[in-house]
């Protein structure tokens, strides 16, 4: 059980990052968290732990509430912003919707691989194992959704 939690400690943020970016609502993404903790001990306590795996069956998780929800996810108003600042936890708040306002306007492949490599902060051999390509096919994805992103941004006068 000590080997979990250290699994557990190492990729609790990284994955709540990555949920975050995918569905935009901290609530919802700490209850997506906390459930694929527990499907992933379930049914794979004693295997080797790997981060691809518990990525794989969140984002699976993700999708079935998606689809359950019959509609996309929407953009919420309770990203974390616990700062004293007021105006600076607005100007963040204000950034981080235009964001991920950014990401929905890019394919569901891109945004999940952005979502991996930023939130998830999984290299690029970790992702293509999970998705099935190759990492030269990764690195181009992800670098094409970048600039998407970048654009995007730029279009809007927020960068």
Known sequence: MDR?????????DRLHGYLLRRTGSVSATADLVQETFVRYLERYRDR????????????NLFIDQWRRDSRTVPLRDDLPGNRPDQEETCILREQSRKILTAM???GDDERE?????????LNYQQIADMRGYSVANVKVKVHRARQKI??????EGHE
């Open 113 to 121: 691989l952005l979502a991996l490599v930023i939130g998830g902060d």
């Open 4 to 12: 979990f939690r250290q699994f557990y400690t190492e990729n609790r």
């Open 48 to 59: 080797e732990h790997t981060p691809a795996l518990l990525f794989s069956i969140g984002r």
């Open 150 to 155: 970048r654009q995007l941004m730029q279009e």
């Open 104 to 106: 929905e306007s890019l």
